[in-house]
């Protein structure tokens, strides 16, 4: 039993709202988070786990039920599958940054790209974190689960995980409930060894991100450097002096459209396409063929279109914000909704709501909401 005294929960989020739930313990090791697991889903209690909080927006009135802090760490370095890989399998909530800082210094690319992103390691894969081209998807080998429907603890290949843009079969999307209900703890990933010195940096996104030429050489290192410099430039490395940064990173995901709806987007808006669905081959028995191939059937591919860009020129500039209230547009990014200082989270929802209703009108689109939300509406 780990049950501690309940704080507010705009102590331990980002964003800064929440008011101290009903229940809170703490799980300082695998044993007890599973232990605390199975003795909050015995007593059917509402129940939700806290790490870093910091892509979570919670509302203004207590929750009823239990909040688990996961505050596992730990880092265990085992063989990868192949000559120049290694594998780690890290405890869900050891936190993020430091994991990247701890790969960086080791030598081990894959992950350097998010560096600066807040949060622990086990939410990485529930939301497939990403950044300047780089995902989880793209390293995770398997995550250690613990199943709410039965209490029985597995190892998941990342194949069976759901990865896509921002999401995964743990991930619980506005309206909607998980596809599957379970706690990770621990997480598994494989990164290729480079040592200290510089290695061809691969991916266009993360190239244009740093300013480099195709074929550009840097050390880990260096592009931990960059990206963290990058990340300040627009709030997004948490820092108490700095208000931009009492956010949940980016309020709002940029959004999924078809080819059709984009056309209908102004040119400037930036797109990207996403990646086509790849038909399989089709084999044709020589002794049955007559010459005829069929004609492939188009597939439609859909685009990533930016949020941020829909925000700004939807007439919400950075720093805006509603008269008399406390929540603000970041001063340095349009995706970021900011706490300037004992916002309510209605204060919160209010703006995030007129952001909804200003791109709505003006380009068609209702942006959804990237933060999990508990107890707010939009």
Request: net charge negative; with cysteine; glycine share 10%.
């Amino acid at each position: 039993m780990t049950e501690v005294d309940p704080q507010p929960l705009s102590r331990l989020t980002t964003l800064q709202t929440g008011a101290a739930p009903l229940r809170m313990r703490e799980a300082r090791t695998r044993e007890e988070l599973i232990g605390d697991l199975r003795e909050i889903w015995a007593d059917g209690d509402d129940w939700f786990v806290l790490g870093g909080g910091s892509n979570l927006f919670v509302g203004d009135e207590p929750f009823d039920g239990t909040v688990l802090r996961v505050l596992t760490s730990g880092i265990e370095r085992i063989a990868g599958a192949s000559p120049g890989a290694t594998r780690i399998r890290v405890q869900a909530g050891h936190d993020w940054d430091a994991l990247v800082a701890y790969t960086v210094a080791e030598g081990l690319a894959g992950i350097e790209a998010m560096s600066g992103i807040p949060g622990t390691v086990g939410a990485a894969p529930v939301q497939n974190v990403g950044a300047y081209g780089q995902d989880i998807s793209q390293t995770l080998v398997e995550v250690e689960i613990i199943d709410e429907a039965t209490g029985d603890v597995s190892v998941v290949p990342a194949s069976e995980l759901g990865l896509g843009f921002r999401t995964s079969v743990f991930k619980h999307h506005y309206g909607s409930a998980p596809a599957r209900r379970a706690v990770i703890l621990s997480v598994t990933l494989e990164l290729t060894e480079v040592g200290q010195g510089e290695y061809p940096v691969r991916g266009e996104q993360l190239r244009q991100a740093l300013g480099l030429e195709p074929g550009a050489s840097v050390s880990l290192a260096w592009v931990r450097d960059h990206v963290l410099a990058t990340r300040r430039r627009k709030g997004m490395v948490l820092d108490e002096a700095d208000a931009d940064t009492s956010s949940a990173g980016s309020f709002f995901q940029n959004a999924i459209v078809t080819e059709q709806f984009a056309r209908t987007l102004p040119d400037a808006c930036p797109r990207w396409p996403m990646q086509p669905v790849i038909e399989q081959v089709q084999v044709y028995p020589l002794d049955r063929f007559d010459g005829y191939v069929p004609a492939p059937v188009p597939q439609p591919i859909d685009v990533k279109v930016s949020a941020a860009w829909l925000i700004e020129h939807s007439g919400i500039g950075k720093g805006f914000r509603l008269p008399r209230s406390r929540a603000a547009v970041s001063s340095k990014h349009a995706l970021a909704l900011t706490n300037r200082g004992g916002a309510s989270a209605e204060e919160l929802a209010e703006l995030a709501r007129f952001i909804q209703q200003r791109v709505q009108q003006e380009f068609g689109l209702l942006l959804q909401p990237e933060p999990v939300l508990v107890g707010v509406e939009l």
